[in-house]
Structure formats: structure tokens, C-alpha cells
């Protein structure tokens, strides 16, 4: 038995408690994150959107997957800045640069999901 099953439990009972984590962490984020809330909503309303506008299935998955790519980002980001956040208050440039980086990785999420949808709908 490994370092996990130990700590985790065996098979479902740790796939429960996983699920059980995983919902936590997608109320935090939409009653404490409106990047995150925002994002949801554009994916409610676009992905319909890319079902319609996609000629086949792989124009329809790849329309909806770069959409739903960005609140994952946006879940990353969102978890970057709690650790930074809770290793202390006062200024770093680490951590300043964390949170940029994380930053970063959403701007370029929603510059690949421009470029898809350009890609896809323009010819």
C-alpha cells in the first residue's frame, strides 16, 4: 500500500472524498473569484455557440475545449495567489512574479482560445 492509499483511503471512498475536495474548490472559486465567474459564464454562453458554429467534431471540440480551458487556468491562477497570499502579506518579488506568471498563463489561455475560434470560423 503506498504513501497515498494510506493517507486517502483505497478506491472509491477516495474517489468520494476527491469529488467531495474538488466541488469545495469550485464553490470557493465562484464565490470568491469574479475573473472565475466571469469566465464561467462566457463558457454557459459560447459553448452552445461552438456546438452551432462547428462543422464537425473536432471543430466543435476544439471550440468548446479552448473556452473551457480558461477557468481551468483561472483555477490554477486562483491557487497560486492563495499560497502566495498565505506565505505572508508584505512584498517579494517572488511572489510578485508568481502571481504575474499566473496571470500570464490566463492572458495567453484567452489568446489561444481567440486564435482557435479565429482559426475555426474564418474560411
Known amino acids: 500500500m503506498g504513501e497515498g492509499e494510506k493517507r486517502n483511503g483505497p478506491g472509491v471512498s477516495r474517489l468520494l472524498r476527491a469529488a467531495l475536495c474538488s466541488i469545495s474548490g469550485l464553490q470557493a472559486a465562484w464565490r470568491g473569484e469574479a475573473a472565475f465567474r466571469q469566465e ?23 471550440l468548446v475545449a479552448s473556452l ?32 504575474d506568471l499566473g496571470s500570464a498563463a490566463v ?7 481567440f486564435l482557435v475560434w479565429g482559426l475555426v470560423l474564418w474560411h
Not at 459560447?46 to 473536432?58: H, Q, R, Y
Not at 473551457?68 to 510578485?96: F, K
Not at 492572458?107 to 482560445?113: R, W
Open 40 to 62: 464561467v459564464i462566457m463558457v454557459a454562453v459560447l459553448a452552445p455557440l461552438g456546438m452551432w458554429l462547428g462543422e464537425n467534431g473536432v471543430e466543435r471540440a476544439l
Open 68 to 99: 473551457v480551458l480558461v477557468p481551468v487556468v483561472e483555477l490554477l491562477n486562483s491557487a497560486v495567489e492563495a499560497v502566495v497570499d498565505r506565505i505572508g502579506s508584505e512584498h517579494h518579488p517572488l511572489s510578485g512574479r508568481a502571481k
Open 107 to 113: 492572458l495567453m489561455t484567452l489568446v489561444l482560445t
